[in-house]
């Protein structure tokens, strides 16, 4: 079993950035993929990156590639979403995910966290 806590969302100006944690507690194997997704109201979870535990790769969706950033600490279990150039448009509740598969479909993954919510005001 994995648990994940997720912190450090909350309110910003367009422009500005936050830097989400991911604590990952339980069965944490050095395959698991740790994926970041988000939900704003009245749309359905949309994928947002990925990283491996045990190799770099990283993979990011289109809307957030070059702005947003994920890296994992393994010492401490955690994982990192940092944030740039926030828009109104990445308004959301932030969701850390762990699965087996290294992918963007939210169906491959297993574990979920509570989620967290970041508004960006205009």
């Known amino acids: 079993q994995v648990q994940l806590v997720e912190s450090g969302g909350g309110l910003v100006q367009a422009g500005g950035s936050l830097r989400l944690s991911c604590a990952a507690s339980?069965?944490?194997?050095?395959?698991?993929?740790m994926g970041w997704f988000r939900q704003a109201p009245g749309k359905e979870r949309e994928f947002v990156a990925a990283i491996r535990w045990g190799v770099s790769n990283t993979y990011y969706a289109d809307s957030v590639k070059g702005r947003f950033s994920i890296s994992r600490d393994n010492a401490k279990n955690t994982v990192y979403l940092q944030m740039n150039s926030l828009k109104p448009e990445d308004t959301a509740v932030y969701y850390c995910?762990?699965?087996?598969?290294?992918?963007?479909?939210?169906?491959?993954?297993?574990?979920w966290g509570q989620g967290t919510q970041v508004t960006v005001s205009s």
């Open positions: 995910a762990a699965g087996y598969s290294f992918t963007y479909d939210r169906e491959e993954y297993d574990y």
């Open positions: 339980g069965r944490i194997f050095s395959s698991y993929t």
